[in-house]
């Protein structure tokens, strides 16, 4: 059967794609960019709405990404509710994920230094306006707490700042960082950002050298955060974790990530109560180590108690101020001896890491991807937002409509 040059470019067309495993759909890179985009922004407190701006021009050192799917974050929430940081109106969204469709000519590599091209997935880090010659090996104490990220930009001319979007500009000038992803599924690549957090809280943690193989651990708190905390460790190779919170669903679900014990504080009488409810889960011990991962003033001042003398904590749950906890730093801390750490957020170099624990996750069958409860469309993005407010759910995304 004789066939002409646009019937074998088809059928290699089709090979590539099927191979590429997007079962012969057109990516969208493939697909025509439309000449505007949508943004999800809030706009005042309670009130995310869609708007609708030109599509911004792709310069040399820029990419443009069409979403596939972003995270709500707690930081997200917060914003939701008190807009702590006084960016309203702002485009939220910093856990997301996408194709890109539009690369400037000067873009080669993503920030690991490995080549990215039309059709590839992407994720954003880091965006370093004070310290763009910032490289993926030079990152002592290069968190973001010197930066910026997508999502909780202030808004300017580009309006496409965030991941809750059907578009987002990754602009070069910036000092943007990002990396190729495309051997990570969707959901997982979602589920990165956050996942970074808890890299680097554990390495936080190694760093006091108590925290080891045969330690018994300490979650305090099972919303995302702790959960993943739960399957970080687990990974590691450790064994004995008990988590403390008061929903027994998501005790339940910590157990599929690797929990060996749980104590609800519910069915506990006062802290000497919940203390004796961690040490029996522990089988008459107290945990060598504790990661405080609620944001709860009063979840700081309970872990201390958990903890034995000469072990250590991780603190990461306060993201912004919560509040003023009460501790007594003779008991708590200088008669324990304890060696504490504080966690906020990542470095480049978690990053990668992270791509590596997602995938070792899922080698060893923890169900990352159920972290993720519920997913919108972008049109239903307030929707979305009132049930992360709610806090029924775990992990809450927005999805590009075709895919939620």
Same mark, same amino acid.
């Given at each position: 059967m004789e066939m002409n040059a646009a019937?074998?470019?088809?059928?290699?067309?089709?090979?590539?794609?099927?191979?590429?495993?997007?079962?012969?759909?057109?990516?969208?890179?493939?697909?025509?960019?439309?000449?505007?985009?949508? !943004? +999800?922004?809030?706009?005042? @407190?309670? %009130?995310? $709405?869609?708007?609708?701006?030109?599509?911004?021009? !792709? +310069?040399?050192?820029?990419? @443009?990404? %069409?979403? $596939?799917?972003?995270?709500?974050?707690?930081?997200? !929430?917060?914003?939701?509710?008190?807009?702590?940081?006084?960016?309203?109106?702002?485009?939220l969204g910093h856990e997301g994920t996408g194709e890109i469709v539009k690369l400037g000519k000067n873009v080669k590599v993503d920030s690991a230094g490995k080549p990215v091209h039309v059709g590839d997935k992407i994720v954003t880090c880091m965006i370093f306006k004070d310290d763009p010659e910032i490289t993926m090996f030079d990152l002592n104490k290069k968190n973001v707490g010197g930066a910026d990220v997508y999502g909780l930009l202030p808004d300017d001319d580009v309006h496409a700042n965030g991941w809750f979007a059907n578009y987002i500009l990754v602009r070069g000038g910036l000092g943007s960082t990002f990396f190729n992803v495309s051997d990570l599924?969707?959901?997982?690549?979602?589920?990165?950002?956050?996942?970074?957090?808890?890299?680097?809280?554990?390495?936080?943690?190694?760093?006091?050298?108590?925290?080891?193989?045969n330690s018994r651990v300490v979650v305090q708190g099972c919303g995302p955060i702790g959960l993943i905390c739960v399957a970080v460790l687990k990974t590691l190779g450790i064994q004995n974790i008990v988590t403390v919170d008061g929903n027994p669903a998501r005790l339940e679900f910590s157990k599929r990530l690797g929990a060996t014990g749980t104590a609800n504080f519910k069915d506990f009488e006062g802290i000497e109560g919940l203390t004796k409810g961690v040490y029996d889960a522990f089988g008459g011990h107290l945990a060598d180590f504790g990661f405080q991962c609620t944001g709860s003033p009063a979840g700081h001042s309970n872990i201390y108690k958990f903890i034995r003398n000469g072990g250590g904590l991780c603190e990461l749950g306060f993201f912004i101020n919560g509040g003023d906890a009460t501790i007594n730093p003779h008991f708590d801390i200088c008669s324990k001896e304890l060696t504490e750490v504080g966690s906020w957020v990542y470095t480049l170099r978690d990053y990668a890491t992270t791509f590596d624990f997602l995938k070792g996750a899922k080698a060893i069958g923890l169900p990352m991807n159920e972290l993720i409860t519920d997913k919108y469309p972008l049109s239903r993005i307030d929707e979305a937002f009132q049930k992360a407010a709610s806090m029924t759910g775990l992990k809450i995304a927005v999805m590009a409509e075709e895919l939620a």
């Amino acid at each position: 059967m004789e066939m002409n040059a646009a019937q074998v470019e088809a059928i290699v067309k089709s090979v590539l794609n099927n191979l590429n495993g997007d079962g012969g759909n057109a990516s969208a890179a493939s697909a025509p960019i439309p000449s505007t985009v949508k !943004v +999800g922004f809030l706009t005042q @407190l309670g %009130k995310m $709405e869609i708007r609708e701006y030109p599509m911004p021009e !792709v +310069g040399d050192d820029d990419i @443009l990404v %069409k979403v $596939e799917g972003c995270g709500i974050c707690g930081t997200d !929430v917060h914003e939701y509710k008190r807009d702590p940081f006084s960016l309203i109106p702002v485009a939220l969204g910093h856990e997301g994920t996408g194709e890109i469709v539009k690369l400037g000519k000067n873009v080669k590599v993503d920030s690991a230094g490995k080549p990215v091209h039309v059709g590839d997935k992407i994720v954003t880090c880091m965006i370093f306006k004070d310290d763009p010659e910032i490289t993926m090996f030079d990152l002592n104490k290069k968190n973001v707490g010197g930066a910026d990220v997508y999502g909780l930009l202030p808004d300017d001319d580009v309006h496409a700042n965030g991941w809750f979007a059907n578009y987002i500009l990754v602009r070069g000038g910036l000092g943007s960082t990002f990396f190729n992803v495309s051997d990570l599924d969707l959901d997982s690549r979602i589920l990165i950002e956050p996942c970074a957090v808890l890299i680097h809280a554990v390495e936080r943690a190694k760093s006091t050298g108590i925290l080891k193989f045969n330690s018994r651990v300490v979650v305090q708190g099972c919303g995302p955060i702790g959960l993943i905390c739960v399957a970080v460790l687990k990974t590691l190779g450790i064994q004995n974790i008990v988590t403390v919170d008061g929903n027994p669903a998501r005790l339940e679900f910590s157990k599929r990530l690797g929990a060996t014990g749980t104590a609800n504080f519910k069915d506990f009488e006062g802290i000497e109560g919940l203390t004796k409810g961690v040490y029996d889960a522990f089988g008459g011990h107290l945990a060598d180590f504790g990661f405080q991962c609620t944001g709860s003033p009063a979840g700081h001042s309970n872990i201390y108690k958990f903890i034995r003398n000469g072990g250590g904590l991780c603190e990461l749950g306060f993201f912004i101020n919560g509040g003023d906890a009460t501790i007594n730093p003779h008991f708590d801390i200088c008669s324990k001896e304890l060696t504490e750490v504080g966690s906020w957020v990542y470095t480049l170099r978690d990053y990668a890491t992270t791509f590596d624990f997602l995938k070792g996750a899922k080698a060893i069958g923890l169900p990352m991807n159920e972290l993720i409860t519920d997913k919108y469309p972008l049109s239903r993005i307030d929707e979305a937002f009132q049930k992360a407010a709610s806090m029924t759910g775990l992990k809450i995304a927005v999805m590009a409509e075709e895919l939620a």
